[in-house]
């Protein structure tokens, strides 16, 4: 589970909570087709729930491409672009809170 949690916020590296809505979120729909046995629907839900209070939806749009290719995140961190790094800080904020509240 701590995998899925960590991948969900950056591949391994070091990512409140909104009102529920009706449909799964960009990150939960990405979680819960991902083919890691520890993405449970109960994990994925709340990882999204982490994401809706931190994260905007164009950063939720990037996180999500991060289950299909978790090389993005490492390009990501490693970009030298005022953009990339902040939003590499959201997402670290929202790692640490889903760390802390999905694990």
């Keep these: 589970m701590k995998t899925l949690v960590a991948l969900a916020v950056g591949a391994g590296l070091t990512v409140l909570a909104a009102p529920q809505v ?4 960009t990150i939960q729909r990405a979680c819960n087709a991902s083919d890691r046995p520890a ?3 109960s994990l994925c839900r709340c990882i999204q729930k982490s994401a809706d209070g ?3 939806r164009a950063d939720q749009r990037k996180v999500s491409q991060f289950f299909r290719d978790p090389h993005r995140a490492q390009e990501v961190r490693m970009s030298d672009r005022q953009h990339d790094e902040a939003f590499w800080d959201r997402y670290k904020k929202f790692g640490d809170h889903a760390r802390r509240n999905c694990s």
Excluded: N
Excluded at 22 to 25: H, L, R, T
């Design 22 to 25: 009706a449909e799964a979120g």
């Design 54 to 56: 931190i994260l905007s």
């Design 39 to 41: 993405a449970t629907r």
